[in-house]
C-alpha cells in the first residue's frame, strides 16, 4: 500500500488538535517544511477550524492567516486550501495552492466548483451533513456507508456539471464530521465501498475524537490510534491519508508494507 500523506497545517488559533501553535505564519510555514520533510506529498494548509461548534472566521481574518503560508510552502511542494470560502480558495490558488479541500464539498460556497473547472485545480469533497455548529446533533443515517457514498455521488455530479474534471475528483467521508462513534467505526470498516464511487479517497482520522471515546485518551495522546485507523484506512484502499504526524505516519507505513512484503 502507497497512500500520499496529506500533512496538516493548521493556521488557527482554535483546531482542536493544534490550534493556536502555528497562528504565526513564520511558525506555519517551519511546520509545514517539516512535515514535507517528514514525507508529507501534500500540505494541507487551514485558516479555519471545522471542530464540533467552532465559531466561523470572517473572510478577511482567514485569508490574512492562510494567504502568506501558501505562497511560501507551494514554493516548494503540492498544497491544497482546506477552506470553504470562494475569496480564501481563490487567494490561496493565486499564490500557489492547486487543490481545494472544501469540507462542504460546495454546499457552502457553490461558486467555489466553477473557480476550481476554471482553474483546473484538484478537488476534495467530503462528507459534513449541515455545518460544524450543528453536525454533532445527533447524527442519524439509515446506512452511514449506503448514505456517505450517495451523498458523495451527487456532490460528485454537481461538480462535474459546474465543469470540473471527474478526473480531478477526490473523495472523503468525513470521519468525524456528523458522526457518532459507531458511525465512524463502520464507515472505516466498511471503507472499501466507497471505491465504488471511482475515485480516489481521501481519509482524515488523525486525533479526532472518536479516538478518545473509545479509549478515553485526550487529543494529544492519540497517535496510536491515529496510526492504526490510517493503516487500516490504507488497507481499504485509502489513497491519500490526511494526519498531523506525518513522521510516525510514514513509518507505520514502511514497516507494514516491509512486512506485507
Ligand atoms: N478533517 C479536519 C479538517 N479538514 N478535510 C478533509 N478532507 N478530511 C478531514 O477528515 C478533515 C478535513 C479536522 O481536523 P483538523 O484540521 O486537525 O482540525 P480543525 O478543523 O479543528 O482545524
Known amino acids: 500500500m502507497n497512500p500520499k500523506l496529506m500533512g496538516v497545517v493548521n493556521v488557527t488559533p482554535d483546531s482542536f488538535s493544534d490550534g493556536g501553535r502555528y497562528l504565526d505564519a513564520d511558525a506555519a510555514v ?7 520533510r517528514d514525507g ?25 492567516r492562510v494567504e502568506p503560508v501558501v505562497r511560501a510552502l507551494a514554493a516548494g511542494v503540492t498544497v491544497s486550501i482546506d477552506t470553504t470560502k470562494l475569496a480564501v480558495a481563490e487567494a490561496a490558488l493565486d499564490a500557489g495552492a492547486s487543490i481545494v479541500n472544501d469540507v462542504s464539498a460546495f454546499k457552502r460556497d457553490p461558486e467555489m466548483a466553477g473557480l ?19 453536525m454533532q446533533d445527533d447524527p442519524r443515517y439509515d446506512d452511514v456507508v449506503d448514505d456517505v457514498k450517495a451523498f458523495l455521488a451527487e456532490r460528485m455530479e454537481f461538480a462535474v456539471g459546474q465543469g470540473i474534471d471527474e478526473k480531478r475528483i477526490w473523495v472523503d467521508p468525513g470521519i ?21 464511487l471511482g475515485r480516489p479517497l481521501v481519509v482524515g482520522t488523525s486525533r479526532k475524537s472518536f479516538i478518545g471515546k473509545v479509549d478515553g485518551s485526550d487529543v494529544e495522546d492519540r ?20 494526519v498531523h504526524d506525518v513522521a510516525e505516519m510514514a513509518q507505520a507505513l514502511a514497516v507494514t508494507n516491509a512486512v506485507l512484503g
Open 30 to 36: 517551519r511546520h509545514g517544511a517539516e512535515l514535507a
Open 40 to 64: 508529507a506529498a501534500i500540505l494541507d494548509v487551514g485558516g479555519e477550524s471545522t471542530r464540533p461548534g467552532a465559531v466561523e472566521v470572517d473572510e478577511a481574518e482567514e485569508l490574512r
Open 116 to 134: 476550481c473547472a476554471e482553474r483546473g485545480v484538484g478537488v476534495v469533497l467530503m462528507h459534513m451533513p449541515g455545518n460544524p455548529r450543528t
Open 176 to 196: 468525524g464530521f456528523g458522526k457518532t462513534l459507531e458511525h465512524n467505526l463502520e464507515l472505516l470498516r466498511r471503507l472499501g465501498e466507497l471505491r465504488e
Open 223 to 242: 497517535i496510536g490510534g491515529s496510526i492504526a485507523t490510517s493503516v487500516l484506512a490504507a488497507a481499504e484502499g485509502a489513497d491519500v491519508l490526511r
